[in-house]
């Protein structure tokens, strides 16, 4: 059974440990692609700003489009592609954040396990 201060102590190791992890993929740019690779979106992801906004974005920081295919596209048809190109920019990141994050899963384990069955008390022996 883990006591509390070493408990404490490997929460502070897994917040560091995230915290470099979010500054990893904050530099990452991430691409979705739409309209057979025709349009591509670049995508970044925003870490959590706690206490204030805990939830991680998505940002687009730059659109590349074929000039062949914008001179042939419709307006409906090239909105839709961007939404799509968008959509696939931040599947993407999602995807690589919690690849990236699996290795926190295992800490998280470590520490749950010296609470005891269900995150609770350690159960009596």
Same mark, same amino acid.
């Given at each position: 059974?883990?006591?509390?201060?070493?408990?404490?102590?490997?929460?502070?190791?897994?917040?560091?440990?995230?915290? $470099?992890?979010?500054? *990893?993929?904050?530099?990452?740019?991430? +691409?979705?692609?739409?309209? &057979? @690779?025709?349009?591509?979106?670049?995508?970044?992801?925003?870490?959590?700003?706690?206490?204030?906004?805990?939830?991680?974005?998505?940002?687009?920081?730059?659109?590349?489009?074929?000039?062949?295919?914008?001179? $042939?596209?419709?307006? *409906?048809?090239?909105?839709?592609?961007? +939404?799509?190109?968008?959509? &696939? @920019?931040?599947?993407?990141?999602?995807?690589?954040?919690?690849?990236?994050?699996?290795?926190?899963?295992?800490?998280?384990?470590?520490i749950l396990g010296g609470m005891g069955a269900a995150g609770g008390p350690p159960a009596a022996?």
């Open positions: 059974m883990m006591d509390q201060l070493a408990m404490f102590k490997k929460a502070q190791e897994i917040a560091s440990k995230k915290a $470099e992890l979010d500054k *990893e993929l904050s530099k990452e740019n991430i +691409v979705g692609t739409a309209a &057979d @690779g025709k349009i591509s979106i670049t995508v970044q992801y925003v870490p959590p700003q706690l206490p204030m906004n805990p939830t991680p974005g998505y940002e687009a920081k730059a659109v590349d489009i074929d000039e062949e295919y914008l001179k $042939e596209v419709s307006s *409906e048809d090239l909105s839709a592609a961007l +939404v799509e190109a968008i959509r &696939d @920019g931040e599947k993407n990141a999602m995807e690589k954040v919690a690849e990236k994050y699996k290795s926190l899963e295992e800490d998280m384990k470590g022996q």
